[in-house]
């Protein structure tokens, strides 16, 4: 198969995947089929694709050559008499008027994912299996658990969606603070995920960071009363600003203190920092709007150091005592570090039981080397080279580590 016609194919899955279960799911009503018939539409375009060339809308081809096959095994199904496949077919022929307030196939399947009926950490898994296309390895990485246990995870949530009648819809406005918490965790995930891949060659996937965008901007016009709808977004604009600045020619990893601002998309900057300046007047801070306005300090340096890390340290002050977590206490301890100096933010690392986390180690590595103690630097550093999956990431801790040897 031509490497061009794998690659179209593949960036194609990584950015439709989710628009066709979500299309699937509002017109049959059952997400493990329709996934499992996207899934087979792919495999037909893998083969088909590389003879006859991209169709002219592949997504479009995706989705039709689904539902088709779909209806067929509907069909068989249902003339033996499984009453299931005909209630299916049935809900696909009658498809039931539109209520939602949005429009959008992919918010309707995030809020079915993010039901109170689900466990948080399902909620989370399956809609990044669903939305995001993550594949059940990639996912159960994330999570830290063994792929079987995944597996298990995500089949179980879909069952109960299924047996419970979880409806595939927006909730009714009245509803929608109660359901807002997770789904905003969910849309976070999704762009981090895009943000720095949790494995793989690159360290970016600016598939999932645009939908993750696109979402929030969808939340945002359906609630724009609540400010941490508008925090995250925020959040998210601030981040991806950044993004092209991030990364060397070649895919290497840039820090945000050797970026070359001038590469910042300064249009996002404006628009997340009036975001920002909108929740500051509502005042009514929570966990995103704080992380937004400390993107927003950031942004507001024109170089790395003129930046008020004073500021972002009362910022963390406050977010740590909103929402109270070790990778909260570690990026706080990164910004008393540049306040107080490398030895006080190391004392708090330290204090922090965050092993498995591979960037704890980086940020040890990074402090122990400031202090001029490289051989505890070095041990750090190898741990976190051993505990991430991304290339990028391990490349850069690499050179880091290199550097302590040829010192």
């Not at 505890?376 to 505990?387: D, F, K, P, Q, S």
Request: glycine share 6%; aromatic share 6%; proline share 5%.
């Amino acid at each position: 198969m031509p490497a061009g016609t794998v690659g179209e194919i593949e960036r194609v899955f990584r950015a439709e995947y989710g628009r066709a279960v979500a299309v699937l799911v509002r017109r049959f009503g059952d997400i493990e089929i329709a996934e499992e018939a996207v899934q087979d539409a792919f495999a037909a375009a893998v083969e088909r694709w590389p003879a006859t060339g991209l169709p002219p809308s592949p997504a479009g081809w995706i989705i039709t050559t689904a539902r088709n096959r779909l209806i067929d095994r509907l069909r068989r199904e249902a003339s033996r008499e499984d009453r299931y496949a005909q209630a299916a077919l049935l809900y696909a022929v009658d498809e039931p008027a539109e209520e939602d307030p949005v429009h959008d196939d992919r918010l309707r399947l995030i809020f079915t994912c993010c039901h109170p009926a689900l466990a948080p950490a399902s909620q989370v898994a399956l809609t990044l299996r669903l939305l995001g296309g993550l594949t059940t390895a990639e996912i159960a990485g994330a999570f830290l658990v063994a792929e079987p246990t995944m597996a298990q995870r995500l089949v179980r949530a879909k069952g109960k969606i299924r047996d419970a009648r979880i409806p595939y819809r927006v909730p009714k406005d009245a509803d929608l603070p109660d359901r807002l918490r997770p789904v905003l965790a969910v849309v976070y995930l999704i762009f981090n995920e895009g943000y720095t891949a949790s494995s793989g060659e690159r360290l970016v996937r600016e598939d999932l960071c645009a939908e993750a965008i696109r979402l929030g901007r969808l939340l945002a016009e359906l609630m724009p009363d609540e400010p941490e709808v508008k925090g995250l977004l925020a959040l998210m604009l601030l981040t991806e600003s950044r993004r092209a600045a991030r990364t060397t020619r070649d895919g290497g990893l840039v820090l945000l203190t050797d970026q070359d601002r001038g590469l910042w998309d300064h249009d996002l900057v404006a628009e997340g920092q009036a975001l920002v300046r909108q929740c500051l007047r509502r005042g009514q801070p929570g966990p995103y709007q704080i992380q937004a306005a400390i993107n927003a300090v950031h942004s507001d340096a024109p170089v790395a150091a003129a930046t008020d890390w004073s500021q972002i340290l009362r910022l963390y002050d406050q977010l740590l005592a909103l929402a109270p977590s070790p990778v909260v206490a570690l990026n706080r301890a990164v910004a008393v570090a540049e306040v107080e100096g490398p030895g006080a933010g190391l004392a708090l690392v330290d204090s922090l039981d965050l092993g498995g986390f591979h960037l704890f180690h980086a940020v040890r590595a990074d402090l122990l080397r400031r202090l001029g103690r490289d051989s505890e630097a070095a041990l750090a550093y190898e741990a976190a080279i051993a505990r991430t999956e991304n290339s990028a990431e391990r490349d850069f801790l690499r050179r880091g580590l290199e550097s302590l040897n040829r010192a």
